[in-house]
């Protein structure tokens, strides 16, 4: 397995990791408990060591999830796992609110070192900014945690360069984990950028855009309404149906390539830079392999050259995220 390194700060990870937040619902019915405590240790045998959960994935179950599946690695995987979320700890009703006060992250660290069964939470993201903490007090209470080797690296999620900033001239960040994908280039602008001049390492989330990049949707694709899906506008009929050219570019850089359409996906993010680590998610052991053979994929000059014009003539119709979700972004 290539090994990348996320930012300056000497964290080693897989050069893929394993987005967990599906294996406990999200896109449709939860699915059976031990087939994903089985599919994270696949993941382990196949040299994965880069796992990615949240506590707002359940709430809680996610977190427990991982935490039992990886509990024989100690030492060989890195979790990383978030706060953020006015989450009740003990009842895990939501208010549907961010709370990243510092008593907060603190009794959500608590909390996740048990349930991930650690010593020591590998990568701890603040999952959303909150506009009503300073980011400076948010960096500084994680810098404690570090200091009390309760964290060992520090990390933002879908926050703006500005943001990144402020937060890296308190504690070090090790990482920003946004979305980033053929289907959406947003950080691109500044966010990537940033990261490249502050050298802090970058984790794409949603790196196969939610399954549209696997080739596996066309025009009559409709979602169950339990499936977070349902609710993307990008994802809706009209402009799903529009969206689909892009699928055709991806597939056909695929079909040069002997390769999967989700594997050419995975293999750009990976040629874009060598700090880039995507997590792609699944339940399926199939799609598990599927997209580690991104691995084994070159993308060279050329042919990131001629995906980049075919791209310059595409415009992605739809917001990436419903407007209550979005507004929890980009602070």
């Known amino acids: 397995m290539n090994k990348r390194k996320l930012g300056n700060t000497g964290l080693q990870v897989s050069a893929l990791g394993l987005g967990c937040m599906g294996m406990t619902g999200v896109y449709g019915a939860p699915v059976d408990k031990q087939a994903m405590l089985d599919l994270i240790r696949a993941a382990v045998e196949r040299g994965v060591t880069f796992f990615d959960t949240a506590e707002a994935y359940g709430p809680f179950v996610n977190e427990a999830l991982v935490g039992e599946a990886l509990a024989p690695f100690k030492g060989q995987v890195v979790i990383a796992t978030k706060f953020g979320f006015d989450i009740d700890g003990v009842t ?107 050298g802090i390492g970058f984790v794409p989330f949603s790196p196969l855009g939610a399954g549209f990049l696997t080739g596996q949707m066309d025009a009559n694709t409709r979602f169950d309404p339990t499936d977070f899906r349902a609710q993307v506008p990008r994802l809706a009929p009209e402009a799903l149906k529009a969206n689909l050219v892009l699928v055709d570019i991806v597939r056909g850089v695929a079909q040069r390539k002997g390769a999967t359409l989700a594997q050419i996906a995975l293999a750009w993010l990976l040629a874009q830079q060598p700090w880039i680590v995507p997590i792609p998610g699944t339940t399926k052991l199939h799609r598990l392999e599927e997209n580690l053979g991104a691995l084994s994929i070159v993308l060279d000059a050329d042919d990131l050259a001629q995906i980049a014009a075919a791209l310059a003539k595409v415009e992605v119709r739809g917001a990436r995220l419903p407007e209550s979700v979005l507004r929890m972004t980009g602070h």
């Open 92 to 198: 895990g009703q939501r208010s549907g609110g961010l709370n990243s006060r510092p008593a907060h992250i603190r009794a959500v660290a608590e909390a996740a070192l048990q349930r991930l069964q650690v010593d020591s939470i590998d990568l701890f993201y603040q999952h959303r900014v909150d506009p009503a903490v300073p980011i400076e007090d948010v960096a500084g209470t994680v810098k404690a945690l570090i200091a009390e080797g309760k964290v060992k690296h520090f990390g933002l999620s879908e926050a703006s360069a500005a943001t990144v900033r402020r937060a890296h001239a308190v504690q070090p960040v090790t990482a920003v984990q946004s979305e980033y994908s053929l289907f959406y280039r947003g950080p691109e602008q500044e966010l990537l950028p940033t990261l490249q001049e502050l």
